[in-house]
């Protein structure tokens, strides 16, 4: 660990002081409950294997549907997809889940289908079971050091090939109990708030280094951006970063990031950031007969439209959206020029 800058780790170390302060860590022997009083609230309770604990095939589940979206959002769709996607077509178990498996229509992203086909895949291929799985990872997790700190992350990682590992490092987290710190878009502002790297490995060595859980201190940096979650009553014309405001459920405006648009002769083309996987997404629309430009989804509901204005400094793309889980609302992207 003597190999970390002393100045970054002292800022890390301040940050996770103050929002501390403001929050408790949920330890690792707490998650079981909480998942499950979160997502059952004063609803009906989701059928649950066993009500005293959650299985590693609905851990999967459960994690690989966390989305971009606030946590009213996650719930309602995890609770939508649990009974007839998980209970029923797979059966409550990740093996099951096939290309032709029933069930995935509405699905926020269609990355989310291709992670349960993978993790299936994977588990039929060596013959095992989800929690046979998760044993393994919690035995090379034994291993971890300081050269290595994240083992059981990068062995899952590096099984499923992916890019985007948000909702693997939540898995491990809360279903392994291996070192990881999640970073999406909420651990995010809160980093680049204290001037703390987008490094998920890097901040667990940190974390290890000031003899704190990363696991508990990754949950406290989520809850501080959760529980104030930047809502905004009226947008701001005149931001100095590209950003795009939308309504979500009737609530306020929620605010992301945006990237300045390529403006074509018939296309206007911009990225979009996607915390599902923790990369900029890009989307292209085009300009059509009744004068709006227009993103439709191949393989769902998906669909944003509306025009394109521009003032001296910005421009500014105000529409509605269709997402293709079916949320919809308005989304103003706002451009500043150069």
């Given at each position: 660990m003597t190999d970390l800058p002393a100045l970054l780790l002292a800022q890390f170390e301040r940050a996770a002081k103050e929002l501390s302060d403001g929050a408790t860590g949920l330890s690792d022997m707490a998650v079981d409950q909480d998942l499950r009083n979160w997502l059952d609230g004063e609803d009906e309770p989701l059928p649950w294997h066993d009500r005293g604990r959650v299985t590693a095939d609905e851990y999967f589940f459960v994690t690989t549907l966390y989305g971009n979206m606030n946590l009213e959002g996650q719930r309602t769709m995890i609770r939508k997809f649990f009974g007839p996607l998980f209970v029923e077509a797979a059966k409550r178990d990740i093996?099951?889940?096939?290309?032709?498996?029933p069930g995935y229509a509405g699905l926020r992203s269609s990355w989310m289908k291709d992670r349960l086909c993978t993790m299936a895949a994977i588990l039929r291929r060596r013959g095992c079971s989800m929690q046979e799985y998760v044993?393994?990872?919690?035995?090379?997790?034994?291993?971890?050091?300081?050269?290595?700190?994240?083992?059981?992350?990068?062995?899952?990682v590096a099984d499923h090939g992916a890019t985007g590992v948000k909702t693997l490092s939540v898995f491990v987290r809360d279903?392994?109990?291996?070192?990881?710190?999640?970073?999406?878009?909420?651990?995010?502002?809160?980093?680049?708030?204290?001037?703390?790297?987008?490094?998920?490995?890097?901040?667990?060595?940190?974390?290890?280094?000031?003899?704190?859980?990363?696991?508990?201190?990754?949950?406290?940096?989520?809850?501080?951006?959760?529980?104030g979650m930047i809502l905004f009553d009226f947008i701001k014309l005149?931001?100095?970063?590209?950003?795009?405001?939308?309504?979500?459920?009737?609530?306020?405006?929620?605010?992301?990031?945006s990237r300045n648009p390529i403006?074509?002769?018939?296309?206007?083309?911009?990225?979009?950031?996607?915390?599902?996987?923790?990369?900029?997404?890009?989307?292209?629309?085009?300009?059509?007969e009744d004068g709006l430009y227009h993103w439709r989804d191949s393989e769902g509901p998906g669909h944003w439209w509306g025009f394109l204005s521009e003032t001296r400094t910005h421009a500014?793309?105000?529409?509605?959206?269709?997402?293709?889980?079916?949320?919809?609302g308005v989304q103003i992207f706002v451009w500043p020029k150069a």
């Open positions: 093996r099951n889940f096939r290309p032709d498996t044993e393994g990872l919690r035995a090379l997790e034994r291993r971890a050091t300081s050269d290595n700190p994240t083992p059981a992350l990068d062995k899952i279903c392994v109990g291996g070192n990881c710190f999640p970073i999406d878009l909420r651990v995010r502002r809160q980093l680049e708030k204290y001037n703390l790297p987008i490094d998920e490995r890097l901040l667990v060595r940190m974390s290890l280094a000031l003899a704190q859980n990363p696991r508990e201190l990754a949950r406290i940096f989520y809850q501080a951006e959760a529980e005149d931001e100095s970063e590209p950003s795009v405001f939308y309504t979500w459920e009737g609530k306020s405006w929620l605010k992301e990031p403006r074509q002769m018939d296309t206007l083309k911009f990225d979009v950031f996607d915390s599902d996987t923790e990369d900029w997404e890009p989307c292209t629309m085009t300009l059509e500014y793309f105000t529409g509605n959206y269709i997402n293709p889980d079916g949320h919809q």
